[in-house]
């Protein structure tokens, strides 16, 4: 018998074989399409064998095996392998996600017929490195093994230079360079950079707004060798590259690299897998390491297993800007704002120098309410609220997209005077506006830049000096460089301060260092200003001496203490139903299933409703596992998921696990 097993991306954790005529060796890894139910699907052929555990009377032949493209590469394979494994996910499912959905079902690109032919422009004049960026090329250009680096340079301190030195040596040495960015919003800028410094270079971008074709084709440009630099989210950690000599993972600690729906991989995580796979060195970059990587790069006071390379200054402005903690708690705000903010804002109008002022809450109030019998708008299909959007006259969900207009009275005692409750980008923006007529004011959150293009088109107004106050969430704060902005508030912090999560501190310390980081990156000096209530609490004093390390260590005491990440390890399994009590019922049975198995080394928590019970009408519970030892735990995880996945599965009721959740 001749067969070929195949992975297809159907949710089932198991290989299907079917019968060739003829195959060889060399036709693992190629795609094929193959009868599957009632129709057909193409999937990646993994092996070929003689044998099968199924009678050849059930088997089914195969119906075309695509040699039209390079057969997916071994190492490319045995990735996904590693993260079917790791992350308990089937591996015909790893690889439907891992190819782009062209090549997926089955189809090529048409190929641009003649090759393009660049013109020999030279590199551009390189701006002399600074001793501390030329000690960090220097040390990255030495090695050629695995080995993980964290380059930790403040904000402004160079780190891009120092990733496109690496990746020139790279490519001069022949070889190819995969650089990994946290999302779409930042890629354009810095896909200019990329291309304007090596312009005989073939530079494949890779993120979901690519077109479909374009990404096959980046896909394959890689697979055959002739692509030189892939710079991409976190699905280009998928590419095959023949040649790849290092892998740079740019703002390392950011949340988006970890996926949170089907395939919920870390894309840093895996990137490192890679790189030690292939045998070659990877880099971190952050000027605020999640303290994961900070914790295995020694905490900053002695080597650890990753090697830190740092960058304590920054490359053009002289200082860092000066962050200064305002007290809010005697003063009587103007709508949001202190007497000390709103002065700071007109100085720098007056100077003709930009602001940013970073609430990081979209719309115009979280919430719409009856001051007369306490209605407020409550999502019907999720637990939390309808938020106001005052600029096209909506109420909105920002958890399941479910909107309706704003109603004129009280849908349950007929009151007219229904109030905005609390404060989002819009309501800061018509109040600035309001109170700085003459400053023109910009707002830039995920509403007002919902498409890539108004994105570009808002950045280049920003850069034009179109702007002098710019309002805004987190999408400003990474990675930008506004040569003339002097001045960064933020307000409504304290909300993120105590947080259930245990991670939130970290994020909220990330945050406003990075946006306190677009501050004074040029020549003129800059300054932030946080308004706070809690103006003593270490977070914010750290804040104020830009000092990351006091912050990181406390933060990893406190979590060794209370045995959490990176002191354990923890996966989700999590359950949704029409129900609760399906939920809570499936999870119970689970745990059930999972004591046998725990043994002494992994730790069984109750299920419990997740933070946000309801979502999309689907109530959902979790139940969290955790073990102080990895290797342990996925021992645990992958018996406990055999055991689940033979269960049988109430009707309506949906599960997937999360290993190494970011969100609780
Ligand atoms: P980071 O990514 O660390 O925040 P960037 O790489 O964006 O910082 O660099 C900040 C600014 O400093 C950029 O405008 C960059 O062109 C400039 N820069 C970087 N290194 C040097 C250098 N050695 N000399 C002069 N300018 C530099
Ligand atoms: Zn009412
Ligand atoms: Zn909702």
């Known amino acids: 018998m001749n067969i070929i097993r195949v992975a297809l991306g159907v949710p089932l954790p198991r290989l299907f074989d079917y019968l060739v005529t003829d195959y060889a060796e060399s036709d693992?890894?190629?795609?094929?399409?193959?009868?599957?139910?009632?129709?057909?699907?193409?999937?990646?052929?993994?092996?070929?064998?003689?044998?099968?555990?199924?009678?050849?009377?059930?088997?089914?032949?195969?119906?075309?095996?695509?040699?039209?493209?390079?057969?997916?590469?071994?190492?490319?394979?045995?990735?996904?392998?590693?993260?079917?494994?790791?992350y308990q996910a089937p591996l015909g499912e790893v690889m439907a996600f891992a190819l782009p959905p062209m090549l997926r079902r089955g189809k090529l690109p048409r190929r641009p017929r003649a090759t393009v032919v660049r013109e020999s422009t030279s590199p551009p004049a390189l701006p002399t490195l600074?001793?501390?960026?030329?000690?960090?090329?220097?040390?990255?250009?030495?090695?050629?093994?695995?080995?993980?680096?964290?380059?930790?340079?403040?904000?402004?301190?160079?780190?891009?230079?120092?990733?496109?030195?690496?990746?020139?040596?790279?490519?001069?040495?022949?070889?190819?360079?995969?650089?990994?960015?946290?999302?779409?919003?930042l890629t354009p800028q810095l896909q200019g950079r990329v291309?304007?410094?090596?312009?005989?270079?073939?530079?494949?971008?890779?993120?979901?707004?690519?077109?479909?074709?374009?990404?096959?084709?980046?896909?394959?440009?890689?697979?055959?060798?002739?692509?030189?630099?892939?710079?991409?989210?976190?699905?280009?950690?998928?590419?095959?590259?023949?040649?790849?000599?290092?892998?740079?993972?740019?703002?390392?600690?950011?949340?988006?690299?970890?996926?949170?729906?089907?395939?919920?991989?870390?894309?840093?995580?895996?990137?490192?897998?890679?790189?030690?796979?292939?045998?070659?060195?990877?880099?971190?970059?952050?000027?605020?390491?999640?303290?994961?990587?900070?914790?295995?790069?020694?905490?900053?006071?002695?080597?650890?297993?990753?090697?830190?390379?740092?960058?304590?200054?920054r490359a053009v402005a002289e200082n860092l800007p000066v962050v200064r903690i305002i007290d809010t708690r005697r003063e009587k705000l103007q709508d949001g704002m202190s007497a000390a903010l709103l002065t700071a804002l007109e100085l720098r109008l007056a100077r003709g120098e930009q602001s940013l002022v970073f609430l990081n809450r979209r719309g115009f109030a979280p919430v719409l309410a009856c001051p007369s019998c306490g209605w407020i708008s409550g999502c019907k299909r999720c637990a939390s609220n309808l938020v106001v959007h005052l600029a096209d006259r909506h109420l909105r969900c920002h958890h399941c997209g479910f909107e309706t207009g704003i109603p004129r009275t009280c849908?349950?005692?007929?009151?007219?005077?229904?109030?905005?409750?609390?404060?989002?980008t819009q309501r800061l923006e018509s109040v600035l506006a309001e109170r700085l007529p003459d400053a023109r004011v910009l707002r830039i959150d995920r509403d007002s830049a919902s498409t890539p293009k108004k994105w570009q088109a808002l950045l280049q107004q920003i850069h034009d000096g179109g702007a002098d106050i710019l309002v805004g969430t987190q999408m400003l704060a990474k990675g930008h460089d506004f040569p003339k902005l002097t001045l960064v508030g933020a307000v409504g912090a304290d909300a993120a301060l105590f947080a259930a999560d245990f991670r939130a501190p970290e994020?909220?310390?990330?945050?406003?260092?990075?946006?306190?980081?677009?501050?004074?990156?040029?020549?003129?000096?800059?300054?932030?200003?946080?308004?706070?209530?809690?103006?003593?609490?270490?977070?914010?004093?750290?804040?104020?001496?830009?000092?990351?390390?006091?912050?990181?260590?406390t933060q990893l005491n406190e979590r060794e203490v209370a045995a959490f990440p990176p002191f354990s390890f923890q996966a989700l399994l999590r359950a949704e139903a029409r129900e609760m009590q399906q939920s809570l019922d499936f999870l119970v049975t689970a745990r059930s299933a999972a004591e046998p198995l725990a043994g002494e080394r992994v730790a069984l928590y109750d299920p419990v409703p997740m933070r946000m019970p309801r979502l999309m009408t689907l109530e959902r519970g979790q139940l969290l596992v955790e073990s102080a030892n990895r290797p342990a735990l996925q021992a645990f995880l992958a018996a406990w998921m055999e055991r689940i996945y033979a269960l049988k599965m109430p009707a309506g009721l949906r599960w997937h696990l999360d290993v190494d959740p970011l969100e609780f």
């Not at 022949?174 to 779409?184: N, Y």
């Open 28 to 86: 693992i890894g190629h795609r094929v399409t193959v009868p599957f139910g009632s129709g057909f699907r193409t999937g990646v052929i993994v092996a070929v064998a003689h044998s099968s555990a199924l009678l050849e009377t059930k088997l089914k032949p195969a119906t075309s095996i695509l040699r039209d493209m390079p057969p997916l590469p071994a190492d490319w394979l045995a990735l996904c392998e590693f993260c079917a494994r790791y």
């Open 130 to 185: 600074l001793p501390a960026q030329q000690a960090a090329v220097t040390a990255l250009d030495a090695c050629q093994k695995f080995q993980t680096f964290l380059l930790h340079g403040v904000t402004g301190s160079g780190k891009t230079e120092v990733y496109l030195r690496a990746i020139d040596t790279v490519l001069a040495r022949g070889g190819q360079a995969l650089m990994l960015v946290p999302e779409i919003a």
């Open 195 to 313: 291309a304007a410094r090596f312009p005989t270079a073939h530079v494949v971008a890779a993120n979901s707004a690519v077109a479909d074709a374009a990404r096959a084709r980046g896909f394959l440009d890689a697979l055959e060798g002739r692509a030189d630099i892939v710079l991409g989210t976190r699905l280009a950690v998928f590419i095959p590259l023949e040649r790849l000599q290092i892998i740079i993972v740019d703002e390392e600690h950011d949340a988006s690299f970890k996926q949170q729906d089907g395939l919920r991989y870390s894309a840093r995580d895996v990137a490192i897998w890679r790189a030690h796979q292939r045998n070659i060195p990877i880099v971190l970059g952050s000027a605020t390491p999640s303290l994961e990587t900070f914790h295995h790069a020694g905490r900053g006071t002695g080597p650890g297993r990753y090697c830190m390379l740092e960058l304590p200054q």
């Open 411 to 424: 849908p349950d005692c007929g009151n007219l005077d229904l109030q905005p409750f609390g404060r989002g």
């Open 507 to 553: 994020r909220l310390f990330a945050q406003l260092m990075q946006v306190g980081g677009r501050s004074g990156r040029a020549d003129l000096p800059g300054e932030v200003l946080i308004q706070t209530e809690y103006p003593q609490h270490p977070l914010y004093q750290a804040l104020t001496t830009h000092d990351y390390n006091a912050f990181a260590i």
